[in-house]
């Protein structure tokens, strides 16, 4: 099993590949946008300050595999530019 978890400031706005630039109020913002743009899924975090937390849990065969499901997020977010 694979358990990888991150905390981060959230993005005041992200710049697509085309241009378009869409900004983001707190956290929970660029948490809905994530899932409706990415398909990745975040906890948004906003108590203190404007945040997300990134968590990915899975079953891996090896080391090979769990660098598969990690590229594949950064694949998934390769394409947009984040400004914090």
Same mark, same amino acid.
């Given at each position: 099993?694979?358990?990888?978890? @991150?905390?981060? @400031?959230? /993005?005041?706005? /992200? ?6 630039? *869409? ?17 990745? @899924? !975040?906890?948004?975090?906003? %108590? /203190?300050?404007?945040? &997300?937390?990134?968590?990915? !849990?899975?079953?891996?065969? +090896?080391v090979a %595999?769990? +660098?598969? *499901? &990690?590229?594949? &997020?950064? @694949?998934?977010?390769? %394409? *947009?530019?984040?400004?914090?």
């Amino acid at each position: 099993m694979c358990i990888r978890d @991150s905390y981060m @400031s959230a /993005a005041k706005a /992200a710049v697509k590949a085309d241009g378009e630039r *869409v900004e983001f109020e707190n956290g929970e913002a660029l948490s809905q946008w994530l899932i409706r743009e990415k398909l990745i @899924s !975040t906890v948004p975090w906003d %108590d /203190a300050e404007p945040a &997300i937390r990134f968590s990915v !849990t899975f079953a891996a065969k +090896d080391v090979a %595999d769990e +660098d598969r *499901v &990690i590229n594949e &997020i950064a @694949s998934r977010l390769g %394409d *947009v530019k984040f400004e914090f």
